[in-house]
């Protein structure tokens, strides 16, 4: 089953920015809905955006709206999430997945990566 790989997590402050990014070597993402995720200990991975694979509509769960922004770098085969004033909640191991409908995240075409770890701290 085809991975992507998250990268660009790290420890932010309170307050403060970081960028992850995905990539394939093996798929173009441009093709697919590209949803973003995170996962916490005990906790089932939850959708956080989406960004879809014609129009490039993006979808947001209410808890980041307005704070986080999904885009697609077309040049570097790529999805970047943007995530602006991080909360302590954010905090988690973030996943992208290619899903087939960014209103069935549940459906993914790709299984899990390694994550990339968001730590939250001041």
């Known amino acids: 089953q085809w991975q992507l790989a998250e990268s660009g997590g790290g420890l932010v402050q309170p307050g403060g920015s970081l960028r992850l990014s995905c990539t394939a070597p093996?798929?173009?993402?441009?093709?697919?809905?590209i949803a973003w995720f995170r996962q916490v200990p005990g906790k089932e991975h939850e959708g956080v955006a989406c960004?879809?694979?014609?129009?490039?509509?993006?979808h947001y769960d209410d808890s980041v709206k307005g704070r986080f922004a999904i885009s697609r770098d077309y040049a570097k085969n790529a999805v970047n999430l943007e995530m602006n004033n991080v909360k302590p909640e954010d905090a988690a191991t973030y996943y992208c997945?290619?899903?087939?409908?960014?209103?069935?995240?549940?459906?993914?075409?790709?299984?899990w990566g390694q994550g990339t770890q968001v730590t939250v701290s001041s």
């Open positions: 997945a290619a899903v087939s409908a960014c209103h069935a995240l549940g459906n993914r075409y790709t299984g």
């Open positions: 960004i879809s694979s014609v129009a490039g509509t993006t």
């Open positions: 093996d798929l173009t993402l441009a093709n697919y809905a």
